[in-house]
């Protein structure tokens, strides 16, 4: 009777845990908060808003260019080499900012989506397995004479 009796106060326990969970907010992914800059971090606390590049994993390969004779030949390799990896790679993420109606360009020399969004945007691109890092977009002032 005891043991019956811990096992449902455990399942009791573990359900209202889950649920509970479910409800708060979304657990924090170590490794995908790894992902995120610090200076990503600091301009988005506090419900700030900010500018931020996602960086995907899948970079394209352009070790092929090398073999080619002319640089003509390496210039369009390359160029077309990194134009397709973007466009294979990018459409669920930038699906999913359209989606949730986010400010986006995307780049194809470096697979990245520039993004303004808020520190919960941040965490969830990071916590995506295509994404790479999550890098700052700071505004830098030249301050050269004219």
């Known amino acids: 009777m005891f043991f019956l009796a811990a096992g449902i106060a455990a399942l009791g326990a573990f359900g209202s845990s889950r649920a509970s969970n479910q409800s708060g907010p979304p657990i924090q992914d170590v490794g995908a908060m790894k992902k995120i800059a610090p200076w990503v971090m600091d301009h988005t606390a506090n419900g700030q808003q900010a500018e931020f590049l996602v960086v995907l994993a ?5 070790s ?4 080619l004779p002319t640089k003509g030949e390496k210039g369009r390799y390359v160029r077309d080499a990194l134009w397709n990896k973007s466009q294979a790679t990018q459409g669920p993420i930038l699906q999913w900012l359209r989606d949730r109606g986010l400010e986006h360009r995307s780049f194809y020399i470096v697979n990245a989506i520039l993004v303004k969004g808020n520190r919960e945007t941040a965490e969830m691109l990071a916590a995506r397995p295509d994404v790479a890092r999550v890098e700052g977009n700071p505004q830098i002032q030249n301050l050269l004479p004219q």
């Open 58 to 62: 899948d970079q394209a390969d352009l």
């Open 64 to 67: 092929g260019a090398a073999a």
